[in-house]
């Protein structure tokens, strides 16, 4: 199969993808989803037989990471493997890896390696701790960087200790910014010629996603502590019972304010004076969150939904997963696609949240086949059916 690009926006770029788990994948994906051709380089399954890490090839995980891509496998730990890999390194545009930094140096793969070959090319890199300092060489997981970069001690109960998130959000925060920065790269490549070295990792990317958190500390030395489902400074907002379960409500600032008590027909709270201002309200937050359940809870999240969203408050309803991709605004927004596979049928697949009208992404292919492609890219770059054929008997490819 030739290239059979998602988008034409980025159809013109080669990349080459050495990257394994989840945060590279993802940066790997945001570029296969705007149409680059990507080469998916996998270990050769004679070396590594059965499912790779990411789990089973036809699973969930696996197809949602790896669709838009090609697969080509090489052994790296092979002088020829790593020759195969140089000679696709003239002529890619982009290649990622997410090794730890001094595993790269010991394959002979490393930036000022493969940059000599071709100086135009963008080098992304993700690792747990980043490219210097002590820790550079340990393993990165999302639960330790989520840990180590703050975010657990700001989430869940007060008193209820650390709380991880419930979706691996730094391997995807690191991801996404991973593939920004390549695209910056890739356009100031423009301008200069010269490709460069991009990188990040987990640990700079959640302390980058702490956002106002972080500023707190930086700017006024506050700590910020849990909150539980309210916001860690904005009173009313957070999570209010009603008769049949629960909805988020958020009233930030003294309009909304107002339009809320109207709509709880409760605007005996808006002269109360302990919340007739932001820090009032934050300050008594327990007293006036008991206030507000008192009302909400008396009809169903529907009816308040509605009520309030007339009201212009803002607020919606709590979904399970499933309930997310019920519901027919969803469905409209179109963040969904249906693509059929060989192997297991048709598959829906999540797609890109960013919409170009001109130039628009969507599932091309679902994720391959180990070595499905080996062949016809290996011919690509230059090399003959003998030569192919060498390579596999001796688990080069």
């Not at 304010?257 to 009032?280: I, S």
């Amino acid at each position: 199969m030739v290239h059979k690009p998602a988008s034409s926006a980025l159809s013109d770029i080669t990349v080459i993808d050495l990257t394994r788990a989840r945060s590279g994948p993802t940066a790997v994906r945001q570029l296969a989803d705007w149409g680059a051709d990507v080469i998916k380089v996998e270990i050769p399954e004679a070396l590594e037989p059965g499912d790779v890490l990411g789990g089973s090839r036809h699973g969930a995980d696996f197809q949602n990471l790896q669709r838009n891509k090609r697969s080509l496998t090489l052994n790296l730990k092979d002088p020829a493997g790593v020759e195969i890999l140089k000679r696709m390194v003239k002529d890619a545009d982009v290649l990622i890896e997410n090794y730890r930094p001094s595993v790269k140096h010991r394959l002979g793969i490393d930036y000022d390696t493969l940059s000599a070959i071709n100086p135009r090319l963008v080098y992304g890199s993700i690792s747990g701790f980043g490219q210097k300092g002590p820790y550079r060489d340990r393993p990165g997981f999302d639960q330790i960087a989520q840990g180590m970069g703050g975010l657990m001690s700001i989430t869940g109960a007060p008193g209820q200790g650390p709380m991880r998130v419930g979706i691996p959000i730094d391997d995807l925060c690191a991801g996404i910014l991973l593939a920004h920065g390549i695209m910056v790269a890739l356009y100031e490549r423009e301008k200069s010629g010269k490709g460069q070295w991009v990188h990040t990792s987990l640990l700079q990317a959640q302390i980058f996603m702490l956002d106002f958190q972080a500023a707190r500390w930086l700017m006024d030395q506050e700590v910020p502590p849990q909150a539980g489902n309210n916001h860690p400074t904005t009173i009313p907002q957070g999570v209010f019972e009603t008769s049949d379960g629960h909805i988020n409500i958020a009233a930030a600032g003294q309009v909304i304010w107002k339009r809320l008590c109207a709509a709880l027909d409760a605007d005996e709270l808006t002269t109360n004076p302990d919340y007739e201002t932001v820090a009032l309200r934050s300050t008594n937050r327990d007293a006036l969150g008991v206030e507000i359940n008192k009302r909400t809870r008396l009809k169903s999240s529907a009816h308040w939904i509605e009520s309030l969203a007339e009201a212009g408050v803002p607020c919606g309803p709590i979904y399970s997963i499933d309930q997310v991709f019920g519901d027919e605004h969803v469905r409209q927004l179109g963040v969904t696609e249906v693509v059929k596979s060989d192997a297991i049928g048709p598959i829906e697949i999540a797609t890109q949240a960013i919409g170009l009208e001109r130039t628009p992404s969507h599932i091309a292919t679902v994720a391959p086949e180990r070595s499905e492609h080996s062949d016809e890219i290996l011919e690509r770059f230059g090399y003959s059916a003998n030569e192919i054929a060498a390579f596999k008997s001796r688990n080069v490819v």
